[in-house]
């Protein structure tokens, strides 16, 4: 952790020591009393199911040296403690220790936002850069608040790079974020349709994603897809935005693009270069990784050879064969945009048996949750998908739209649950098919897959 001492706790978060030494150091800072580390201070934050305070005991019986708290503790509680901080609310506090953490970091920070594929450039950033840097990275999805503060919080001296994911599902959180990151860099995928419970249009979003660049550091740079219409208009206001992308007027062209080998080849400022995944939305962002990285570290050859072996993050396009069948494991999360993305690279994929799509709800979708629902069916139907199954809330929706467009009704069934979306599967294709998993977070796709894990056609 980058050095700090109590009293520089306090002050960040305008807290009150109650137990301990200003000047004393802080090792770490934990909210998970289960994986609290020996002599971080624990920091009992807040949410919807649980309250930190209830842990503090666990956290210092597994060796935090103290704790940082909003309400007052019992003196057994605190004859425990090494040092005790008091402040208004912890969350909060949090993150404005993380903001101080921020201002001593000697290296530079790159965020990234966008409807979609945040997760994916971040990883692939992070990759292409810890070939020479050394690099912190939010860790998995970690894009609120709480996930930022935390990556922060494992900030060390010796970090040359941040990679820092940013996300928000309601109006002022971005500025919330952009305030605690300062980013020297910032990457923005695309705007869609995300989030429209609470943005009531796609320039709404955009609005939000870019108020980040208020907190854009002097000097620094913005990347984004100027292929994306609002992006590209964005683009056009500034001289501080690098536009990535196949159409003539982006500043960093992708060109020659072909499929090849199970992935794709492609240009990118005259050079070529091989990815080895699916999803040309895929190709959009490994060049926007691409991108910063060259700004970041110029021509190297590293770069060429990092993205020949790139990953994706779990649960995105993720292919997992279970049972003879070929699962697109995409249900991380869902909404209109990445929901036509995953169907393409169904279409695109060679299947020995038949292509199923199980679609699950896409959430926070709003005043417009129907529409979006009966748009998925119409392009389950026009994707050439041999057989539906839709599952949740909106399913039955779902399966209206593919009905509405011509897909045959023997091929469309709306199940109660995942178990019986699994045995509907099981019950109706054959070993070679295909199977596309995908819904929003809270739909847990797949958890339909884990009932494939030890079956077998027979």
Request: hydrophobic content about 40%.
């Amino acid at each position: 952790m980058i050095d700090l001492r109590l009293k520089d706790l306090a002050d960040a978060a305008g807290g009150r020591i109650l137990r301990g030494a200003g000047e004393q150091s802080v090792k770490g800072i934990s909210i998970d009393s289960r994986t609290v580390r020996n002599g971080d201070m624990f920091a009992a934050v807040r949410g919807k199911n649980f309250d930190g305070h209830d842990f503090v005991k666990e956290a210092l019986d597994r060796g935090a040296s103290g704790i940082i708290v909003s309400r007052k503790m019992p003196r057994d509680i605190m004859d425990m403690c090494g040092a005790v901080l008091e402040v208004g609310e912890v969350t909060p506090a949090a993150a404005d220790i993380a903001g101080e953490i921020r201002k001593r970091m000697n290296g530079k920070v790159i965020a990234v936002t966008g409807s979609n594929r945040k997760t994916t450039v971040k990883d692939m950033l992070s990759w292409l850069l810890s070939g020479k840097d050394k690099v912190l990275a939010s860790k998995r999805s970690f894009n609120n608040i709480i996930g930022l503060s935390l990556t922060l919080f494992d900030a060390e001296p010796y970090h040359e790079t941040a990679v820092l994911e940013l996300g928000t599902n309601h109006p002022g959180e971005m500025a919330v974020l952009g305030r605690i990151a300062r980013p020297d860099v910032i990457v923005i995928t695309n705007i869609g349709r995300a989030h429209m419970e609470f943005f009531s249009s796609k320039e709404g979003v955009l609005k939000e994603k870019t108020a980040l660049t208020k907190y854009l550091r002097q000097g620094g740079k913005i990347f984004v897809n100027g292929d994306d219409p609002l992006l590209r208009d964005f683009g056009d206001s500034r001289d501080d935005v690098i536009s990535f992308g196949m159409s003539g007027w982006n500043d960093m062209r992708i060109e020659d693009v072909s499929r090849r080998d199970g992935g794709y080849r492609f240009r990118l400022q005259g050079k070529s270069y091989f990815f080895p995944q699916d999803g040309l939305h895929n190709v959009y962002n490994v060049s926007a990784a691409i991108a910063v990285a060259l700004d970041f570290v110029g021509e190297s050859p590293s770069i060429e050879e990092r993205v020949r072996t790139v990953a994706l993050p779990p649960m995105r396009l993720e292919r997992v064969t279970a049972g003879g069948i070929d699962f697109i494991n995409d249900s991380y999360n869902a909404n209109p945009d990445s929901f036509k993305c995953a169907l393409d690279v169904l279409s695109e994929n060679a299947c020995k048996g038949g292509r199923v799509v199980v679609a699950g709800d896409m959430m926070e979708m709003g005043e417009e949750s129907e529409a979006v629902h009966r748009e998925l069916g119409r392009r389950i139907a026009e994707s050439g998908a041999d057989m539906l199954v839709a599952v949740g809330t909106w399913s039955d929706v779902t399966a209206e739209g593919a009905l509405a467009a011509g897909m045959d009704k023997g091929r469309v069934t709306v199940a109660k649950d995942h178990g019986h979306a699994a045995e509907i599967i099981k019950n109706r294709i054959s070993e070679g098919s295909c199977v596309l998993l995908k819904g929003s977070r809270a739909a847990k796709m797949e958890d339909i897959l884990k009932c494939f894990m030890t079956y077998s056609i027979r």
